[in-house]
T-cell receptor, first 112, second 118 residues
Framework: QKEVEQDPGPLSVPEGAIVSLNCTYS??????FMWYRQYSRKGPELLMY????GNKEDGRFTAQVDKSSKYISLFIRDSQPSDSATYLC????????????FGTGTQLKVEL | NAGVTQTPKFRVLKTGQSMTLLCAQD?????MYWYRQDPGMGLRLIHY???????AKGEVPDGYNVSRLKKQNFLLGLESAAPSQTSVYFC?????????????????FGSGTQLSVL
């Protein structure tokens, strides 16, 4: 079993839809949670960061962490074609060897 | 500001050949990483470095070697390439201000190297 599980998709939605992307994890020590966005043929870029449990909102994006369920989510409101990309969750913990553990990524396509 | 630069962008090797991938960063970051990305496997850490002259093994180090002779450069070597090493390779760097991962300690990635081993 992988430490971090993520549905690979692909996920196709119409423009303007609300998108929900999710990851589950098994290591209860994880305390730093991130979402990276990766456009085709590019390197990933940090999109959202959350420490421990709770929500964080940034424009159309909301990140949620539920540590009791070992479950994190990324919501995209009013999705746009420019949101079409692969979204990777990533997580770590203090003393984790300075490493991030990534999910496999979910490929999202927002259609006109 | 170039950020993280990887060379080459594409390469085709025959089984048994050797090559070196170069990563250069101009942000004065202490930490540098080499990942490989394969369909269905996500990003997997090969090796990383926490400073000039240091290297450490990641999740999938076998068949690869690395060197960090200068702070700004991190080299990934394949001594005898195998078809299983066909992948997209990403280098990343990170500033480090303390333990853990603070909100401004993100990974900066290069644009990747597509490597095919025939």
């Amino acid at each position: 079993q992988k430490e971090v599980e993520q549905d690979p998709g692909p996920l196709s939605v119409p423009e303007g839809a609300i998108v929900s992307l999710n990851c589950t994890y098994s290591n209860s020590a994880f305390q730093y949670f991130m979402w990276y966005r990766q456009y085709s043929r590019k390197g990933p870029e940090l999109l959202m960061y959350t420490y421990s449990s709770g929500n964080k909102e940034d424009g159309r994006f909301t990140a949620q962490v539920d540590k009791s369920s070992k479950y994190i989510s990324l919501f995209i409101r009013d999705s746009q074609p420019s949101d079409s990309a692969t979204y990777l969750c990533a997580m770590s913990f203090t003393g984790g060897g300075n490493k991030l553990t990534f999910g496999t990524g979910t490929q999202l396509k927002v259609e006109l | 500001n170039a950020g993280v630069t990887q060379t080459p962008k594409f390469r085709v090797l025959k089984t048994g050949q050797s090559m070196t991938l170069l990563c250069a960063q101009d942000m004065n970051h202490e930490y540098m990483y080499w990942y490989r990305q394969d369909p269905g496997m996500g990003l997997r850490l090969i090796h990383y470095s926490v400073g000039e002259g240091t290297t450490a093994k990641g999740e999938v180090p076998d068949g690869y070697n690395v060197s960090r002779l200068k702070k700004q450069n991190f080299l990934l070597g394949l001594e005898s390439a195998a078809p299983s090493q066909t992948s997209v390779y990403f280098c990343a760097s990170r500033s480090h201000k303390g333990t853990g991962w603070g909100p401004d300690e993100k990974l900066f990635f290069g644009s990747g190297t597509q490597l095919s081993v025939l």
